[in-house]
């Protein structure tokens, strides 16, 4: 790769951490203080009700992603227009249902759906701040990096074995609930998505709203008036809340964005919806991934036993991917978050991107002919099994 291109595709991770940082500005940062935006008297447990001194427990309405047109639990001040798909349908579940909470939603999730889920590495407030807080630790803590590193590569080196593909949940590991939420199918994530779901038609109340970390960061209303509805009272509490956001950093010291990965129902079902996008496709080119043998322009190559390459890589593009994907293997790439990071990893230019390509979601064909296969492979015969009884 040329010194011009790799400063190129290092100026992509530039622009990621632009866009990361300006929409956590104006996610954290009362923007909406500026622009005369309607407020709120939020009451708290330690410092009592709001004062003229006490500025930070008066929130502007109109600010989060959360913060949006949400029927019965949400307001219709300008700045509202959008809506987190999760919250949205928690909100369906509810009963509480307008044309407008369903047009919030669309406004979200149809860019995830046509350019993938992008949200998780480009916007989400959460999101950086885990990322930055995982720069940091790789900075200043240099044992707990090492024992991370560690995990990273046991991980690794389970799912190249393939014990991790086929791993099950310990809690129920035969039942379909054992199965989705396995570390296959997203982890503990689906079922944090699931169980706010059931919550919500149950209680009529987006529950998970009510500790979600993105809402309590963000000062979003759904998370004022969802506690409203719990505790009776017009002024509900937010500030004894901020130990769940801060939790969702701390996690991190166990594993890089382990809450995002292993956690989080927003980001699973932004993977779910963003594995149908058909844009900005990624894939690894086998000829010229040094992992899968030596590039063309190597001259050791002819010696067929200079490993210092691959050594030196050593799946460079897994290591940086946010979310573990199998890259050099063709794993699947519907958890993909766009962040281009193994993009700008890769050294050989084996890492492609197609602007356009059809969804792996929908190649069913492929999917039911390997599963006849299994089948086929799997099976005995009555002919096999006559023999091996005489035998």
Request: a positive charge; proline letters at 6%; hydrophobic letters at 40%.
């Amino acid at each position: 790769m040329t010194t011009n291109t790799r400063h190129w595709r290092k100026n992509l991770r530039y622009l990621r951490w632009v866009s990361k940082a300006v929409f956590l500005l104006l996610f954290i940062v009362p923007v909406a203080y500026v622009a005369g935006a309607p407020r709120v008297s939020v009451y708290s447990f330690l410092l009592g009700g709001p004062t003229l001194t006490k500025t930070s427990l008066v929130v502007p309405i109109t600010q989060s992603v959360c913060n949006t047109w949400i029927s019965g639990f949400g307001n219709t001040n300008p700045g509202a227009w959008i809506l987190c798909p999760l919250g949205a349908v928690q909100t369906l579940l509810t009963g509480e249902v307008e044309i407008i909470t369903i047009v919030a939603m669309l406004l979200f999730i149809i860019p995830i759906v046509l350019l993938g889920n992008a949200f998780c590495s480009w916007v989400c407030p959460i999101g950086t701040i885990v990322d930055s807080f995982d720069k940091g630790v790789e900075k200043f803590l240099p044992k707990v990096e090492a024992k991370r590193n560690k995990r990273s590569l046991r991980r690794r080196q389970s799912k190249h074995n393939g014990h991790e593909e086929n791993g099950k949940n310990l809690v129920c590991p035969s039942c379909p609930v054992g199965k989705v939420t396995s570390k296959r199918y997203g982890g503990l994530a689906n079922g944090v998505m699931a169980s706010a779901f059931v919550g919500a038609a149950a209680l009529r109340l987006p529950v998970f709203c009510v500790v979600c970390p993105i809402g309590i960061a963000t000062r979003g209303m759904v998370h004022l008036r969802s506690m409203a509805s719990i505790t009776g009272k017009y002024l509900p509490f937010i500030l004894e809340f901020w130990p769940i956001p801060i939790a969702a950093v701390l996690v991190s010291l166990r594993e890089r964005r382990f809450w995002c990965k292993k956690l989080c129902p927003v980001g699973a079902l932004l993977r779910g919806a963003g594995a149908l996008s058909p844009f900005i496709k990624l894939r690894v080119e086998d000829k010229k991934c040094v992992m899968k043998g030596c590039p063309e322009d190597c001259e050791d190559g002819r010696l067929d036993f200079c490993l210092f390459c691959r050594t030196l890589d050593d799946r460079k593009c897994e290591k940086v991917c946010p979310v573990d994907i199998n890259l050099v293997d063709h794993g699947s790439f519907n958890r993909c978050t766009k962040c281009l990071e193994c993009y700008i990893a890769c050294d050989y230019n084996a890492v492609k991107i197609d602007l356009l390509d059809k969804p792996k979601v929908f190649r069913i064909g492929g999917f039911f002919r390997r599963f006849r296969a299994r089948r086929r492979k799997n099976q005995v015969t009555p002919i096999e099994n006559r023999s091996d009884a005489a035998g």
